[in-house]
C-alpha cells in the first residue's frame, strides 16, 4: 500500500520552531518531486514549499521565505520541513504530497499522492 504519513505537528508558540517529517512506505521517494501544503480553517489549501527529485532545486511561497526549509533524505525515504520563526498565521494542517517527476511546484495539480495531514498551531 502506497503511503504518506506526516509528522512533526503540534502546539507552537509565536516565534517558536517545528520539524516537520513525511515518510514514505510501499514506495521509494527517491522518483518524486515533494511538496508541501497546508490548510487553514475557512481557507483554501495552499502551497508552502516543494523539493525536485534530486534536491537541488527548490521553492517556497512568499509568505514563508526565509523562515522555512525543506530538505530531503532520500535513503530514510523521508522530506522534512523545518519551521522557523512561525506565526499565529502558519496554523494549518500540513500536508506532504509526491509527484512522479523531476521537477517541483507548489501549485496543487499533478501530485500523485497525498499524506493524511499533521496539525500545527501557533498560538500564545
Known amino acids: 500500500q502506497l503511503q504518506l504519513v506526516e509528522s512533526g505537528g503540534g502546539l507552537v508558540q509565536p516565534g517558536g520552531s517545528l520539524r516537520l517529517s513525511c515518510a514514505a512506505s510501499?514506495?521509494?521517494?527517491?522518483?518524486?518531486?515533494i511538496g508541501w501544503f497546508r490548510q487553514a480553517p475557512g481557507k483554501e489549501r495552499e502551497g508552502v514549499s516543494c523539493i525536485s527529485r534530486s534536491g537541488s532545486s527548490t521553492n517556497y511561497a512568499d509568505s514563508v521565505k526565509g523562515r522555512f526549509t525543506i530538505s530531503r533524505d532520500n535513503a530514510k525515504n523521508t522530506v522534512y520541513l523545518q519551521m522557523n520563526s512561525l506565526k499565529p498565521e502558519d496554523t494549518a494542517i500540513y500536508y506532504c504530497a509526491a509527484a512522479f517527476q523531476a521537477m517541483c511546484s507548489i501549485h496543487i495539480r499533478g501530485y500523485d499522492y497525498w499524506g493524511q495531514g499533521t496539525q500545527v498551531t501557533v498560538s500564545s
Open positions: 510501499g514506495f521509494t521517494l527517491n522518483y518524486y518531486a
